[in-house]
């Protein structure tokens, strides 16, 4: 599937099951919510907290995946309700990216 497709994809779905776009506002703060259960799983898969008695482990992979969809969900929704174009969007990022990054990470002593 394309960003492309997946706007179209969303949309899609919104206008039919979802019957319509939460506000602007109500996306960006259930897109904060989303990040930060991402935010948890990576802390507890990756990092050093470790999971509660009642959170289940071997099913986190599983969710950190799932998370990670619903963060990219939202942003396809404020994608679609502001007019962005995600495809064009992260191309143009790419190319700033590239031109000021191009040997910037290339000397940096970390990454080598």
């Known amino acids: 599937m394309t960003i492309q497709q997946a706007q ?3 949309d ?3 206008r039919t099951i979802g019957v ?6 109500t996306n960006t703060a259930i897109l904060m919510e989303e990040v930060g259960e991402v935010a948890r799983l990576m802390a ?5 907290q470790s999971f509660k008695n ?8 599983e969710d950190l995946a799932d998370e ?7 942003l396809i929704c ?10 064009e969007a992260l191309r143009k990022n790419l190319e700033k990216k590239t ?5 910037r990470h290339a000397r940096n002593e970390k990454l080598q």
Request: aromatic share 10%; no cysteine.
């Open 8 to 10: 179209e994809t969303v």
């Open 12 to 14: 899609t779905w919104i």
């Open 20 to 25: 319509r776009y939460f506000s602007e506002l």
């Open 44 to 48: 507890r898969l990756y990092g050093e």
């Open 54 to 61: 009642t959170e289940k482990a071997d099913t986190a992979r």
């Open 68 to 74: 990670m969809a619903d963060v990219l969900f939202v």
């Open 78 to 87: 404020l994608a679609n309700q502001t007019g962005t174009d995600l495809t």
């Open 99 to 103: 031109g000021r990054d191009a040997e």
